[in-house]
């Protein structure tokens, strides 16, 4: 028999409220009445490791947190204080956003009550079902990522209230910019409840993309002030318009972060469950973000599966990204692609069907598994990234490496019938598309680091000036090179990814690094896009969308596609060698379908096909 369900659970005469606190000594309700007033109910244990209170007449919109107290040794792992309101990892809502204060973080007995600082959980009422449907998303589709609150704050044709939440995504505007780029799934970057780490509020910054959660069931009341009944809203014509919905997910780390940190949730009731920990009691922090959730603890895992089910069961979304996803596999022995979570996410019957994407790499040990999740996933690949860059950039050596990549990445799923990357250009993570051809450095002073933060080899290259200019040659020639890296992208085997706005030239001014530009660097500028690239996109879309040869995700072998020279000839060994090589076509034998590359700065005639200087050029076969 299956546990009964943690957090609040309505009945006819109230709502039950079940807490998991093994090392706790006594645990509290906290009721909230409309101003504030707090009322306390104690809870009582059931069992070795939940407790629970029954609250008569109390239901759907009530206010709560959660109080503890027991023993105070952070070294431990035990953080018990009275003083600090805790809100319930289960609860559904909450009625505000989180935001950091430093008392907050205070010891036990150097602060005061945070009641008033925190946000309350909110008691809703159960969502009925969505009645299962197998995902939207096909292999091969367009993954379209979004950051939902930049996505649409500068959109003019969604209503002023509506920019930058959940709902917008449902507009009919945002639906045919989708529909044109012939988008299979839109990726949600962190819609979870979060919080500002604590030294942007001093930099007059704050977090942008989300990925600092406290909740892994609340949404966010910034971009869902309607709650989950906007997300499924948003789902539901995302589906009509067959578009899938995937949710990028962070169970790697919480908001809690260092020793320093502020303690919100997890870390009060049972740090000892749900955080690694090194054996001298220091917190692991495999994430750079100051600690590690325990994925693979029976107690984690438990409210991570939850969450999951919860989306899928109450929202109807396809699937889910992975944000540093080798924490929910890495055991004490290293990595294992078989791990108790990934299992019990392949094995469960509400999540077995659905899309799992793993960006496969984080800096703990053994950190960097591309091409190890197994057959049930999708993997970002960012060799491929890097490797259409440095042969755009213009890198010796790199023919080869371009043919691998489009070709599906053999060389790092060659485990499996059907190769299961994710191409990608460009991330939310990293310099834009644009800005690859237009800055050589990262420039991301505005984020108050001196510009040590973000990635410091980007394969980028700036087309003679540094940034933006007047020069339109050099605009041209950045046109130019952002069209060619579409044309390879959109010509390639396996799911590829867009970045919102990469479509047509967004910029994010060099920022590699925009989490904390939640301003004009890191919105989308939906009235300064480049009609021309964007022009370009739509039609790579239509004819990716139109050819068979682009639907499949079966390798692309010798017996699939020919690699031809200028004369229309078979590429030979020395050719592939040649480090100079910059030139090649690809054509279908049962098809014909050719793509010509010239990635060289000077115009080709591939057998009487005129390719201009670094261009990607597709031609159906006649």
Same mark, same amino acid.
């Given at each position: 028999?299956?546990?009964?369900?943690?957090?609040?659970?309505?009945?006819?005469?109230? =709502?039950?409220?079940?807490?998991?606190?093994? /090392?706790?000594?006594?645990?509290?309700?906290?009721?909230?009445?409309?101003?504030?007033?707090?009322?306390?109910?104690?809870?009582?244990?059931?069992?070795?490791?939940?407790?629970?209170?029954?609250?008569?007449?109390?239901?759907?919109?009530?206010?709560?947190?959660?109080?503890?107290?027991?023993?105070?040794?952070?070294?431990?792992?035990?953080?018990?204080?009275?003083?600090?309101?805790?809100?319930?990892?289960?609860?559904?809502?909450?009625?505000?956003?989180?935001?950091?204060?430093?008392? @907050?973080?205070?010891?036990?007995?150097?602060?005061?009550?945070?009641?008033?600082?925190?946000?309350?959980?909110?008691?809703?009422?159960?969502?009925?079902?969505?009645?299962?449907?197998?995902?939207?998303?096909?292999?091969?589709?367009?993954?379209?990522?979004?950051?939902?609150?930049?996505?649409?704050?500068?959109?003019?044709?969604?209503?002023?209230?509506?920019?930058?939440?959940?709902?917008?995504?449902?507009?009919?505007?945002?639906?045919?910019?989708?529909?044109?780029?012939?988008?299979?799934?839109?990726?949600?970057?962190?819609?979870?409840?979060?919080?500002?780490?604590?030294?942007?509020?001093?930099?007059?910054?704050?977090?942008?993309?989300?990925?600092?959660?406290?909740?892994?069931?609340?949404?966010?009341?910034?971009?869902?002030?309607?709650?989950?009944?906007?997300?499924?809203?948003?789902?539901?014509? @995302?589906?009509?318009?067959?578009?899938?919905?995937?949710?990028?997910?962070?169970?790697?780390?919480?908001?809690?972060?260092?020793?320093?940190?502020?303690?919100?949730?997890?870390?009060?009731?049972?740090?000892?469950?749900?955080?690694?920990?090194?054996?001298?009691?220091?917190?692991?922090?495999?994430?750079?973000?100051?600690?590690?959730?325990?994925?693979?603890?029976?107690?984690?895992?438990?409210?991570? @599966?939850?969450?999951?089910?919860?989306?899928?069961?109450?929202?109807?979304?396809?699937?889910?990204?992975?944000?540093?996803?080798?924490?929910?596999?890495?055991?004490?022995?290293?990595?294992?692609?078989?791990?108790?979570?990934?299992?019990?996410?392949?094995?469960?019957?509400? @999540?077995?069907?659905?899309?799992?994407?793993?960006?496969?790499? /984080?800096?703990?040990?053994?950190?960097?598994?591309?091409?190890?999740?197994?057959?049930?996933?999708?993997?970002?690949?960012?060799?491929?990234?890097?490797?259409?860059?440095?042969?755009?950039?213009?890198?010796?050596?790199?023919?080869?490496?371009?043919?691998?990549?489009?070709?599906?990445?053999?060389?790092?799923?060659?485990?499996?019938?059907?190769?299961?990357?994710?191409?990608?250009?460009?991330?939310?993570?990293?310099?834009?598309?644009?800005?690859?051809?237009?800055?050589?450095?990262?420039?991301?002073?505005?984020?108050?680091?001196?510009?040590?933060?973000?990635?410091?080899?980007?394969?980028?290259?700036?087309?003679?000036?540094?940034?933006?200019?007047?020069?339109?040659?050099?605009?041209?020639?950045?046109?130019?090179?952002?069209?060619?890296?579409?044309?390879?992208?959109?010509?390639?085997?396996?799911?590829?990814?867009?970045?919102?706005?990469?479509?047509?030239?967004?910029?994010?001014?060099?920022?590699?690094?925009?989490?904390?530009?939640?301003?004009?660097?890191?919105?989308?500028?939906?009235?300064?896009?480049?009609?021309?690239?964007?022009?370009?996109?739509?039609?790579?879309?239509?004819?990716?969308?139109?050819?068979?040869?682009?639907?499949? =995700?079966?390798?692309?072998?010798?017996?699939?596609?020919?690699?031809?020279?200028?004369?229309?000839?078979?590429?030979?060994?020395?050719?592939?060698?040649?480090?100079?090589?910059?030139?090649?076509?690809?054509?279908?034998?049962?098809?014909?379908?050719?793509?010509?590359?010239?990635?060289?700065?000077?115009?080709?005639?591939?057998?009487?096909?005129?390719?201009?200087?670094?261009?990607?050029?597709?031609?159906?076969?006649?």
């Amino acid at each position: 028999m299956s546990p009964q369900p943690l957090g609040p659970g309505t009945h006819g005469r109230g =709502t039950r409220f079940r807490v998991h606190a093994p /090392d706790a000594d006594r645990l509290w309700l906290c009721l909230f009445d409309a101003r504030d007033r707090e009322t306390r109910l104690p809870m009582a244990r059931e069992g070795e490791d939940i407790w629970s209170v029954d609250a008569p007449g109390v239901g759907e919109g009530a206010r709560y947190g959660l109080r503890a107290d027991g023993p105070f040794d952070p070294d431990a792992g035990l953080w018990f204080d009275p003083d600090k309101l805790l809100l319930d990892p289960y609860a559904p809502a909450i009625d505000r956003p989180f935001a950091y204060d430093p008392m @907050l973080a205070a010891p036990r007995g150097k602060g005061s009550d945070t009641a008033g600082l925190m946000p309350k959980g909110v008691v809703s009422a159960p969502f009925p079902l969505v009645p299962p449907e197998p995902p939207i998303f096909q292999s091969g589709g367009l993954i379209y990522e979004v950051q939902v609150r930049g996505f649409t704050m500068l959109h003019p044709d969604i209503p002023e209230a509506q920019r930058g939440t959940i709902a917008a995504l449902g507009h009919p505007a945002v639906i045919e910019h989708l529909r044109r780029l012939h988008v299979s799934a839109i990726e949600l970057m962190p819609i979870n409840a979060w919080i500002d780490e604590r030294h942007l509020a001093p930099l007059g910054l704050r977090n942008a993309w989300g990925y600092n959660p406290v909740s892994y069931f609340a949404l966010d009341p910034r971009l869902a002030p309607g709650g989950m009944a906007e997300l499924r809203g948003a789902v539901d014509a @995302l589906h009509a318009a067959g578009i899938g919905v995937i949710l990028d997910m962070v169970y790697n780390h919480d908001g809690e972060s260092d020793r320093e940190g502020p303690t919100l949730s997890l870390r009060g009731l049972d740090a000892r469950s749900y955080f690694r920990h090194e054996p001298d009691g220091r917190l692991i922090n495999d994430t750079g973000t100051g600690n590690s959730i325990d994925c693979n603890h029976p107690v984690a895992q438990r409210l991570i @599966l939850a969450s999951l089910r919860h989306f899928v069961g109450v929202a109807g979304v396809d699937g889910f990204r992975f944000d540093l996803a080798p924490a929910l596999g890495r055991l004490s022995t290293g990595f294992d692609s078989e791990a108790p979570l990934l299992r019990a996410m392949r094995d469960d019957p509400l @999540l077995s069907d659905r899309i799992l994407i793993a960006e496969p790499w /984080d800096i703990g040990p053994g950190g960097y598994q591309l091409g190890r999740f197994g057959a049930r996933w999708l993997e970002w690949n960012d060799r491929y990234r890097d490797d259409m860059r440095r042969f755009w950039r213009g890198d010796r050596g790199m023919t080869g490496a371009l043919a691998t990549r489009i070709a599906g990445s053999s060389d790092i799923f060659h485990a499996d019938p059907a190769t299961r990357t994710v191409n990608f250009l460009a991330a939310h993570d990293g310099f834009t598309l644009a800005d690859v051809t237009a800055y050589d450095h990262r420039h991301n002073e505005a984020n108050g680091e001196q510009n040590r933060d973000g990635h410091g080899e980007n394969f980028s290259w700036n087309n003679g000036i540094e940034g933006a200019t007047a020069d339109r040659a050099i605009r041209a020639a950045r046109r130019r090179d952002i069209k060619a890296l579409l044309g390879t992208l959109f010509c390639s085997r396996g799911a590829i990814m867009l970045t919102a706005g990469d479509e047509f030239g967004r910029t994010q001014q060099g920022n590699n690094n925009a989490y904390a530009q939640d301003n004009a660097i890191g919105w989308v500028d939906w009235q300064g896009r480049d009609r021309d690239i964007e022009a370009h996109a739509f039609a790579l879309a239509d004819m990716r969308a139109s050819t068979p040869d682009f639907s499949d =995700t079966g390798w692309l072998s010798e017996t699939d596609v020919e690699w031809l020279d200028e004369r229309g000839q078979p590429m030979t060994v020395a050719q592939w060698e040649d480090p100079d090589r910059r030139c090649l076509a690809m054509r279908f034998r049962r098809s014909g379908f050719t793509v010509f590359i010239n990635g060289g700065d000077w115009p080709h005639d591939f057998g009487g096909v005129h390719i201009p200087a670094r261009t990607v050029l597709p031609i159906p076969a006649e």
